[in-house]
T-cell receptor
Framework: ETGVTQSPTHLIKTRGQQVTLRCSSQ?????VSWYQQALGQGPQFIFQ???????GRGNFPPRFSGLQFPNYSSELNVNALELDDSALYLC????????????FGPGTRLLVL | GESVGLHLPTLSVQEGDNSIINCAYS??????FIWYKQESGKGPQFIIDIRSNMDKRQGQRVTVLLNKTVKHLSLQIAATQPGDSAVYFCAENTGRRALTFGSGTRLQVQP
């Protein structure tokens, strides 16, 4: 196990709703990255948080937003949910923004109906 | 990475055989490449990485080969075991604080 935890494990929402997903990073890691993994595909980078600031962003609309707290845990917020937002959301923690040493959590499975 | 929807390429091997999983990457400026293993219901698990200035790197039962000329990466698993059954992804660093993942290959190990 990596020491990265995510909650909840599963979630069902309806279109138009808002959702908050949570991630606790591995001990000592100050960077959290979020990825979206659609069924049958590889993870796609959403954004990264380092020292409580967004430190890089992929091709996702502004309704995907995040936070990082002083203890380095992080939240992913998605507003105005769409059916295509149904996916596994993964967070990965690392040290000092080093994407090559990312450790992934088990993910949160989101279903939008 | 390219999308293959629900139909991941599948490699089926007999237990004890060697497995070779291939990956084509797109960014010639990538500094390093990583292979991840993802079991059902779990997040990706790091297997092995390789820097762009290397051609080969070996780990325990695994070897990664990098061919920069044709932008090709492969993962070799020796003496494949049932516990190796999973989806395998290659990922490359693209310099945007992110990893770019390939579409994945499902490895099925037959007992």
């Amino acid at each position: 196990e990596t020491g990265v935890t995510q909650s909840p494990t599963h979630l069902i929402k309806t279109r138009g709703q808002q959702v908050t997903l949570r991630c606790s990073s591995q001990s000592g890691h100050n960077t959290v990255s979020w990825y979206q993994q659609a069924l049958g595909q590889g993870p796609q980078f959403i954004f990264q948080y380092y020292r409580e600031e967004e430190n890089g962003r992929g091709n996702f609309p502004p309704r995907f937003s995040g936070l990082q707290f002083p203890n380095y845990s992080s939240e992913l917020n998605v507003n105005a949910l769409e059916l295509d937002d149904s996916a596994l959301y993964l967070c990965a923690s690392s040290l000092d923004g080093r994407e090559e040493t990312q450790y992934f959590g088990p993910g949160t499975r989101l279903l939008v109906l | 990475g390219e999308s293959v929807g629900l139909h991941l390429p599948t490699l089926s091997v007999q237990e004890g055989d060697n497995s070779i999983i291939n990956c084509a990457y797109s960014n010639s400026a990538s500094d390093y490449f990583i292979w991840y293993k993802q079991e059902s219901g779990k997040g990706p698990q790091f297997i092995i990485d390789i820097r762009s200035n290397m051609d080969k790197r070996q780990g325990q039962r695994v070897t990664v080969l990098l061919n920069k000329t044709v932008k090709h990466l492969s993962l070799q698993i020796a003496a494949t075991q049932p516990g190796d059954s999973a989806v395998y992804f290659c990922a490359e660093n693209t310099g945007r604080r992110a990893l770019t993942f390939g579409s994945g290959t499902r490895l099925q190990v037959q007992p």
